[in-house]
């Protein structure tokens, strides 16, 4: 049988269907009636976990939760390039021989060249989901451009050089035209207008937080649902998963130029908050089938391997209960959440 020679309403069927991105990659592959007859809109995926790849490899691995598996997917572009980060379905990618920038799609192995960024391994902050609009700004970086000196990089298409900031974390968000800024030693929160270039405002962190307390803890810096919360973790490597709990903030803009200030919260709806080793995003459970809303999915340091890398496990806190269990994971000593897309460069 040809099977290349299958009705194209068929095909479309049929790859309307695959519950993994991974299988609809194959599917595409088969050939190029296949692959023009698929579908353009990648049905809701739950977050893959992008194990970290070797540099130059063209064979990444994508943990599903769904399967408690691997995926395997083949991305050529990879062959001569760095995974340095990743953010809403995009790697930020740099040239093994220069120090040439690239956003890649691994899914359709499609990407974009960034400008010249003099910054040594920077680290993805956000990116849109979209990195080729034109409205505002797409795409930002963080690095160490002479240390100490942070620089947070900002990039919109068709821009042939970065705006910068001279300040950064990698602890930090895009909301509203603003970049977030946590400060990593007074834990205060900068708020930046980007267009401006120009801090607006300063906000400190919630009563009992400070430089050095509570001991151990990690905060995270999330938009959420039209909101940006303040995550933090009490965390201690020698300690089990199920004593690790969180406290959860919510900026609140202050009116009539009052400051901003944080808000304590015991709940954040049907959003489930993705914790990557120093930040995160947020989804709605009522989009992905298999999540639980009001929760947070976050990587447990068991300790620090013999190369210094520390090792972490998956584990998800209710937050209504107050509960944390560890999950079914192979042990990583890095990668990221990843949200598979179908869009084109």
């Known amino acids: 049988m040809d099977w290349s020679a299958l009705p194209p309403e068929l095909l479309h069927l049929i790859s309307t269907k695959f519950s993994s991105f991974s299988d609809l990659i ?8 296949w692959r023009a007859s698929a579908t353009s809109v990648l049905p809701t995926q739950i977050p893959y976990f992008l194990l970290e790849p070797d540099p130059g490899d063209t064979t990444l691995q994508f943990y599903s939760l769904t399967s408690c598996k691997a995926h395997t997917v083949t991305v050529p572009s990879c ?16 040239h093994l021989e220069n120090p040439d920038l690239s956003l890649l799609n691994p899914v359709t192995n499609s990407k974009v060249s960034l400008p010249f960024l003099q910054i040594k391994r920077p680290q993805l902050v956000w990116s849109s989901p979209d990195p080729t609009r034109t409205d505002g700004y797409t795409v930002c970086l963080f690095g160490n451009a002479r240390l100490p000196n942070k620089l947070s990089a900002f990039w919109r ?18 909301y509203g035209e603003m970049h977030l800024v946590l400060s990593t030693v007074s834990k205060n929160l900068d708020i930046f207008d980007v267009a401006t270039k120009t801090l607006r405002d300063v906000v400190p962190p919630p009563p009992g937080e400070g430089p050095f307390s509570p001991r151990g ?12 919360l303040r995550v933090l973790e009490h965390d201690d490597r020698c300690q089990p998963v199920d004593q690790c709990h969180f406290d959860i903030h919510r900026l609140e803009f202050g009116a009539d130029k009052k400051k901003p200030s944080w808000v304590k919260v015991s709940n954040i709806g049907d959003q489930v908050l993705f914790l990557n080793i120093v930040n995160g995003f947020s989804i709605s459970a009522s989009c992905f089938e298999g999540v639980r809303g009001n929760s947070i999915y976050f ?19 209710d937050i209504g209960t107050g509960i944390a269990e560890e999950l079914p994971f192979p042990s990583v000593t890095g990668g990221a959440w990843f949200l598979p897309s179908l869009h084109y460069f």
């Not at 194959?26 to 009636?33: D, E, I, L, S």
């Not at 062959?79 to 740099?94: I, M, R, Y």
């Not at 803890?217 to 940006?228: C, E, F, K, R």
């Not at 990587?299 to 806190?317: P, T, V």
Request: charged share 15%; with cysteine; proline share 1%.
């Open 217 to 228: 803890a990690l905060v995270y810096i999330v938009a959420s649902a039209g909101h940006v």
């Open 157 to 174: 298409c068709g821009e042939l050089e970065w705006s910068t900031i001279n300040n950064g974390s990698p602890r930090s968000c895009y």
């Open 79 to 94: 062959h001569d390039q760095t995974v340095l980060d990743l953010s809403n379905g995009f790697l930020l990618v740099q």
């Open 299 to 317: 990587m447990k340091a068991e300790g620090i391997l013999f190369d210094h890398h520390s090792c972490y496990n998956l584990a998800r806190y």
């Open 26 to 33: 194959h599917f595409r592959a088969v050939c190029n009636t």
